[in-house]
T-cell receptor
Framework: DAGVTQSPTHLIKTRGQQVTLRCSPK?????VSWYQQALGQGPQFIFQ???????QRGNFPDRFSGHQFPNYSSELNVNALLLGDSALYLC?????????????FGPGTRLTVL | GQQLNQSPQSMFIQEGEDVSMNCTSS?????WLWYKQDPGEGPVLLIA?????ELTSNGRLTAQFGITRKDSFLNISASIPSDVGIYFC???????????????FGQGTELSVKP
C-alpha cells in the first residue's frame, strides 16, 4: 500500500519564477493538506482540499494556490517566488477532514529559491 | 493566530535515560498530537490525545492532554539510539470552530541520544 508520494524531491528556482509541486495521497484518502516547513521550524498550514475545493486556508498570500483533481491528487502552485519561500513543502492526506482522521505526511519537496 | 511553545528546543541525553518535553498554547485545542520527524521524511504520528486530562501510552512513549486544554507533554522512557529525531507537538481545533483539519505545530524538540 503506497503512502503519500510527492514530486519532485528537490527543486531549485530563481526569484520571480513560478513552481508547481505535486502530491498523490495515500490509497483510499480523499483529503489533502499542504504545509510549509522552514528550516528549523515546525510545519505551517497552507491550505486543505476536499472534494476538489479549498476548505481551509492558513495565513499565506494569494501567490499560493492549489488544486485537487478527481483522483484526489493535488498540486500546490506558488507564483512570483521570493527568497523566503525556500522551505520543505509537505503534503498530508487523510480520509475525511475530521479531527479523528489521521493525517499521513509525505516526504516533502525541498524548494530552494535563489 | 494560535501559537504553540515547545520546550526544550534540543536535548542531548545518554542511552537509557528518560526524556520529557512539553508544549503550551495561549489558545484551547480540542486535540493534541505528537509527531516525530526523521531527516528526509515527513512527520509521523506517535500519539493522539482527544480529551482533556487524557493520558495515553504507545510503548515507551506516554503523553498527556492538559486539563486546561492549553498544554501537553510527551515522555520517552529508557531512550534508545533510534529515538533520535525531531519531535513536534501539534494542536487541532474542531469543525465547530471552523478550523477542523488544520494542524498548528510547535517549533520542535531535537533529541540526540548518546550510546
Amino acid at each position: 500500500d503506497a503512502g503519500v508520494t510527492q514530486s519532485p524531491t528537490h527543486l531549485i528556482k530563481t526569484r520571480g519564477q513560478q513552481v508547481t509541486l505535486r502530491c498523490s495521497p495515500k490509497s483510499g484518502h480523499d483529503t489533502v493538506s499542504w504545509y510549509q516547513q522552514a528550516l528549523g521550524q515546525g510545519p505551517q498550514f497552507i491550505f486543505q482540499y476536499y472534494e476538489e475545493e479549498e476548505r481551509q486556508r492558513g495565513n499565506f498570500p494569494d501567490r499560493f494556490s492549489g488544486h485537487q483533481f478527481p483522483n484526489y491528487s493535488s498540486e500546490l502552485n506558488v507564483n512570483a517566488l521570493l527568497l523566503g519561500d525556500s522551505a520543505l513543502y509537505l503534503c498530508a492526506s487523510s480520509l475525511g477532514t475530521g479531527v479523528y482522521n489521521e493525517q499521513f505526511f509525505g516526504p516533502g519537496t525541498r524548494l530552494t529559491v535563489l | 493566530g494560535q501559537q504553540l511553545n515547545q520546550s526544550p528546543q534540543s536535548m542531548f541525553i545518554q542511552e537509557g535515560e528518560d526524556v520529557s518535553m512539553n508544549c503550551t498554547s495561549s489558545s484551547i485545542f480540542n486535540t493534541w498530537l505528537w509527531y516525530k520527524q526523521d531527516p528526509g521524511e515527513g512527520p509521523v504520528l506517535l500519539i493522539a490525545l482527544y480529551k482533556a486530562g487524557e493520558l495515553t501510552s504507545n510503548g515507551r512513549l506516554t503523553a498527556q492532554f492538559g486539563i486546561t486544554r492549553k498544554d501537553s507533554f510527551l515522555n520517552i522512557s529508557a531512550s534508545i539510539p533510534s529515538d533520535v529525531g525531531i519531535y513536534f507537538c501539534a494542536g487541532q481545533l474542531s469543525w465547530y470552530d471552523n478550523q477542523g483539519g488544520k494542524l498548528i505545530f510547535g517549533q520542535g524538540t531535537e533529541l540526540s541520544v548518546k550510546p
